[in-house]
T-cell receptor, first 114, second 110 residues
Framework: GAGVSQSPRYKVAKRGQDVALRCDPI?????LFWYQQALGQGPEFLTY????????KSGLPSDRFFAERPEGSVSTLKIQRTQQEDSAVYLC????????????FGPGTRLLVL | ELKVEQNPLFLSMQEGKNYTIYCNYS?????LYWYRQDPGKSLESLFV?????AVKQEGRLMASLDTKARLSTLHITAAVHDLSATYFC??????????FGTGTRLTIIP
């Protein structure tokens, strides 16, 4: 595809619900990243995949957060038992395998937990 | 601790004026990125700076990197209204993930 796509673009969840956010990276991009951006802040790293391998999940804020990329392309970020503090924009980015490559960001999913 | 700091956080400038945004980072890196974000939108890549002394220019924006000082600058020349946005610098500290600055919200006033 032309760029990184994410769905849904907006999600409203009741506290305690589970949500799943999808990311389609740029075709052929090996690396995939998830970031969380709170209102008025810079994005913060959540997790990183190289192909299907999750190489870094140090930014996931709790064990309620889980990410997967089973076939090395599409990725899903799942949040279980959502809390109000999970409200944020979740950004996905992808890059090629070259070390110096730019990360290209998707439009984000805006999650509001009521 | 890996930190990236930007200043100013907010910048209001008149059209036609010049200004500079500063980005300091806490430890060695030779990979620094500048992004632009419009309200409610995602991040658009502006510049990639990969070595000491690197300078990149696109239109009215110019970015530079001094790895010894751990400093990057984004210079705006003769600002125009459509440059109004939030600008982020981001550093790769060697672990593939990006650490972002707090952002500089730029408003260009006619």
């Amino acid at each position: 595809g032309a760029g990184v796509s994410q769905s849904p673009r907006y999600k409203v969840a009741k506290r305690g619900q589970d949500v799943a956010l999808r990311c389609d990276p740029i075709s052929g991009h090996v690396s995939l990243f998830w970031y969380q951006q709170a209102l008025g802040q810079g994005p913060e790293f959540l997790t990183y995949f190289q192909n299907e391998a999750q190489l870094d999940k140090s930014g996931l804020p709790s064990d309620r957060f889980f990410a997967e990329r089973p076939e090395g392309s599409v990725s899903t970020l799942k949040i279980q038992r959502t809390q109000q503090e999970d409200s944020a924009v979740y950004l996905c980015a992808s890059s090629s395998s070259r070390r110096q490559e730019t990360q290209y960001f998707g439009p984000g999913t805006r999650l509001l937990v009521l | 601790e890996l930190k990236v700091e930007q200043n100013p956080l907010f910048l209001s400038m008149q059209e036609g004026k010049n200004y500079t945004i500063y980005c300091n980072y806490s430890t060695t890196s030779d990979r620094l990125y500048w992004y632009r974000q419009d309200p409610g939108k995602s991040l658009e890549s502006l510049f990639v700076l990969l070595s000491n002394g690197a300078v990149k220019q696109e239109g009215r924006l110019m970015a530079s990197l001094d790895t010894k000082a751990r400093l990057s600058t984004l210079h705006i020349t003769a600002a125009v209204h459509d440059l109004s946005a939030t600008y982020f610098c981001a550093v790769n500290f060697g672990n593939e993930k990006l650490t972002f600055g707090t952002g500089t919200r730029l408003t260009i006033i006619p």
